[in-house]
């Protein structure tokens, strides 16, 4: 350990060895002394290690006041209730001590406070030295291979090279990157993962070690640091919702197409922009409403308003919301809060007894909302927010959460804000990327953006489809909007919005006109009267709807274990140091690999297969892994793998996702490996999903023997009883088989020999 690194030692060491382990040199320092007094920040402390579970261990660091009482951290407010053992505490070291916690050996020195986490085979996860003197930086940890996480927003997919200041909303590369939202939740892909509950404060990881700094003013030494073995990656995702919660699932419809509105014109041509939907059977689940005041005529009368703006609407809004429902559109209202009126906010729904019911308490704030909730509003919009702190910004998601469903009991809220904080995924918190440019460099950012925001955040996340603003440099395009639509197609929040959102329409690229001109520059006008982006648009979205069986599956599996729709290759293939360090690329669940196109004028892009077999999504053609191919894409195709074993569920197109179906759903097995998948369907709206009361939930457990050509169709555990009826499939072994055979389940256990 140089000096310099670690400052804290400088002067102190009396002892000194080496150590190398698992590839990673290690240099510990200690004093002689017996029974050292622990001192961190320059105070005396108290040390608690606590056992979360096997694989999760928690370390407290607490100041000593005078009279010798330990001062606890106050802790992030993103934290839940959790169970915890405590397992040792002490004032003082004599030179090295080692505990066993859960599956970890612990060695705590003193002076500087160093803790080392090993597992039971030695190997290290983490190494934690707390700087003994006041100063800049209070903790240097091991940063290893690649670092992931820290919220969304920020340089690059690799957090290494760079430094994460505490900051949240629309500041730093805000065009290309988008909206700040800090997490201090990082992941090492060497297999570790951390989460630095208090104090706040910001990550360097520019040098060989990564460093945390507290904010300005806080006390330093009051630490709260959770440290995970994520040797196995997606145990860092299920111990993450340990500590923050469980992601709530939100209504199916918020999985289908968003159409986004800003200025509009009158009622009867959203009514008419809703026909034209339905009769050009391009499927949309949602219409939403930009509201007064970041444009010249929006649903209300601006900013702060819940009344719609009857400049628009000749009619009241229960009869103009009825009409869209009756076109099987979610309506979807943007709103934006006064920061003078509302900075910052604190409560629960219903209010708890004793609580100050001032203006920015959440049910009085929620107050304003009802009217249009028993209108029939769907959902909503938040925008703006960045001024709220933490604890206020986690509270707005729990408004619009606890909110609705005080108003609507049983029935999924749903909302989409561009501020957040870790916990806001137990109050179905989903987010976007906020005002970002439309340019091939920002597109490209925002696969990287997503895929850390997913990991250590929220596994709900979108951006603006084509950008929020034209960008200046000529890229204002429909060829640029069709690759970002396909892009989108993969993301879980699936929603077009932007200036001059005309062009934000499926059909929008081909009308020779802009509409409303909120933005410029504009696009040529020869750009006006492109044919192709419609028909691609139209292909994506139904393939979104194809997958839902797929993706809602992968929903319920973010709420019981953490991990997200939208992958890094890491989550799977830890193994692979090619994948491992993948930014541009990502899994949608666990078997299918997205290539986004990002590159103007692009008629093909590599793509790295970890090993096994890969089937081409749209040609059939299976390819080895483990390289990378050259995969032809015209404008139409974005490279799509799946791999061999995979199962893979398939509807048939619907033009809303509760529109019955018309044909059987389609079991697609991709041959070369055994696989098995688990489908998961419930009634897409209640509560049910929490204690298994929906009597629509089935859980069907399909398994693959590849050299027997064997499917077993059969009850996973978890399903408490079958809802009876039969559920009927149609079962294709890609690459051998023309024609499907059918199959029913009727809630029994089937061999299907193929």
């Known amino acids: 350990m140089n000096n310099e690194m670690y400052p804290a030692c400088s002067g102190l060491i009396t002892k000194s060895w080496i150590v ?31 056992e979360l579970s096997a694989r999760t261990i ?102 290494r090279g760079h430094d994460f200041p505490l900051i949240n909303g629309q500041r730093y590369k805000l065009g290309e990157l988008g909206a700040r939202c800090f997490s201090p939740f990082l992941i090492g892909t060497e297999g570790w993962a951390m989460f630095v509950s208090s104090p706040h404060g910001s990550f360097d990881l520019r040098g060989d070690r990564g460093a945390f700094s507290r904010q300005g003013g806080e006390n330093g030494a009051r630490v709260d640091v959770f440290v995970t073995d994520a040797l196995a990656p997606p145990d860092a995702l299920r111990e993450f919702i340990r500590f923050t919660g469980a992601p709530a699932m939100p209504p199916k419809w918020a999985l289908g ?32 409403f930009l509201g007064t005041g970041f444009c010249p005529a929006g649903w209300n009368f601006g900013h702060d308003s819940f009344q719609f703006n009857t400049n628009v609407f000749t009619h009241q809004a229960p009869a103009v919301i009825d009409k869209l429902h009756k076109q099987h559109l979610h309506v979807v209202l943007h709103v934006v809060p006064l920061q003078n009126d509302y900075p910052s906010l604190h409560g629960q729904i219903p209010a708890a007894p004793g609580e100050e019911l001032d203006q920015q308490h959440i049910a009085n704030y929620w107050k304003r909302h009802q009217d249009l909730v028993h209108a029939g509003a769907d959902g909503w919009w938040p925008d703006e927010g960045d001024w709220l702190n933490e604890p206020s910004r986690l509270e707005r998601h729990r408004m619009y959460y606890e909110g609705p469903l005080n108003d609507t009991p049983n029935v999924r809220p749903w909302n989409l804000q561009r501020n957040g904080a870790p916990g806001m995924a137990r109050y179905g918190g989903w987010i976007w990327s906020g005002d970002i440019q439309s340019s091939w460099r920002t597109l490209a950012a925002q696969v990287k953006v997503g895929l850390n925001s997913s990991l250590s955040l929220s596994p709900f996340w979108g951006t603006d489809t084509g950008g929020f603003y034209p960008s200046p440099n000529g890229e204002y395009t429909g060829e640029l909007y069709a690759r970002w639509f396909e892009f989108s197609a993969f993301t879980p929040s699936f929603r077009s919005h932007g200036r001059n959102h005309w062009l934000h329409r499926p059909w929008g690229w081909n009308t020779g006109e802009t509409g409303p001109i909120e933005s410029r520059p504009l696009p040529d006008p020869a750009e006006l009267h492109n044919a192709s982006v419609e028909p691609i648009c139209q292909k994506y979205l139904n393939l979104r709807y194809q997958l839902m069986p797929y993706t809602y599956t992968l929903t319920r599996e973010a709420h019981d274990t953490g991990l997200p729709l939208m992958r890094a290759l890491w989550l799977h293939y830890s193994r692979d140091s090619e994948a491992v360090k993948l930014g541009d690329e990502f899994l949608w669940g666990r078997d299918l690999l997205v290539a986004p196109v990002t590159q103007k004028g692009a008629t093909s892009r590599g793509v790295y297969l970890p090993e096994g077999g890969w089937f081409d999504w749209w040609s059939g053609e299976k390819v080895s892994g483990g390289r990378w191919i050259e995969r032809s894409a015209d404008l139409a195709t974005m490279p799509t793998y799946v791999c061999a074993g995979s199962i893979i569920p398939v509807d048939p197109v619907r033009q809303y996702l509760s529109q019955p179906a018309n044909e059987p759903t389609e079991l697609k097995i991709f041959p070369g490996a055994d696989g098995e998948f688990t489908l998961y369907d419930d009634d897409g709206e209640s509560l049910g999903y929490l204690n298994g009361s929906d009597s629509k939930t089935i859980w069907i457990r399909f398994q693959w023997n590849d050299a027997a050509r064997k499917l077993v169709i059969e009850p996973d555990k978890r399903m408490k009883k079958w809802p009876g009826g039969s559920r009927p499939f149609n079962v294709r072994l890609v690459g051998v088989m023309r024609e499907p055979l059918p199959v029913e389940f009727h809630g029994r256990r089937i061999v299907v020999n193929l």
């Open 20 to 50: 190398f382990s698992a590839g990673v040199l290690l240099l510990w320092c200690v004093t002689a002394r017996a029974g050292d007094s622990l001192v961190v920040d320059g105070v005396p402390v108290e040390i608690k290690v606590s």
């Open 58 to 159: 928690r370390l407290e660091i607490a100041p000593l006041d005078q009279l010798g009482n330990p001062q606890l951290a106050a802790g992030s407010p993103g934290l839940v209730d959790f169970p915890v053992k405590e397992r040792f505490h002490a004032r003082q070291l004599t030179g090295k001590t080692q505990i066993s916690v859960g599956n970890f050996r612990v060695t705590l020195q003193p002076r500087p406070l160093v803790v080392t986490v090993r597992r039971a085979d030695g190997s290290l996860v983490q190494e934690l030295v707390f700087a003994e003197n006041a100063g800049t930086n209070l903790i240097y940890f091991r940063t290893g291979a690649s670092v992931l996480g820290l919220g969304e927003g920020g340089d690059q997919f690799d957090r």
């Open 257 to 288: 197409y968003m159409q986004s509105h800003r200025t509009l014109s009158t009622e009867a041509d959203i009514l008419a922009e809703a026909s034209k939907f339905r009769g050009d059977s391009l499927p949309c689940d949602t219409f939403i």
